[in-house]
């Protein structure tokens, strides 16, 4: 599509609007590295609503130039299948080498390798919100 750049005053209030119905401790958009436009809109927008909020950017590695590992969320295998069979059904990316199972494996390694545990997933903090007495992202 590449066309939400066009609308995003309206994805901004449909995002004002979600958030004044919901609490939410912890928003996942698209990295604010993220190159593709409609990304990039989504991720911008979101950050503006929810600024008090704790917000992490979700990694695209074929989408960033750049990418700050700064989260880390340890992941059980059956977890890794679950993400694996999800973006299966993602049907409008076709056959793309970094939807396979095995480049997503490959990435969950890398990631392990870099923390120590079985696999993990990486997030870029950009905004982060710790509570007293809370359990710490």
């Known amino acids: 599509m590449r066309k939400l750049g066009y609308v995003r005053q309206e994805i901004l209030e449909n995002l004002i609007e979600l958030r004044s119905r919901h609490r939410f401790d912890l928003v996942l958009m698209p990295s604010l590295h993220d190159i593709h436009q409609d ?3 989504i991720a911008q ?3 503006r609503a ?7 950017g979700y990694e695209l590695i074929w989408n960033n130039l750049t990418f700050n590992t700064q ?4 992941l059980a295998k059956e977890h890794l299948e679950t993400k694996i069979a999800a973006l299966g ?9 970094y939807l396979s199972a095995n480049f ?6 890398v990631r392990r390798v870099q923390v120590g545990c079985g696999c993990a997933e990486a997030f870029d903090a950009v905004r982060l919100f ?3 007495g809370g359990i710490a992202v």
């Open 39 to 41: 990304h990039t809109t």
């Open 45 to 47: 927008e979101a950050l």
């Open 50 to 56: 929810f600024k008090n909020t704790t917000f992490l």
């Open 71 to 74: 989260c880390f969320v340890k």
């Open 89 to 97: 059904e993602y049907r409008s990316q076709g056959q793309r080498s």
């Open 104 to 109: 997503i494996r490959s990435l969950a390694h």
């Open 130 to 132: 710790l509570q007293r």
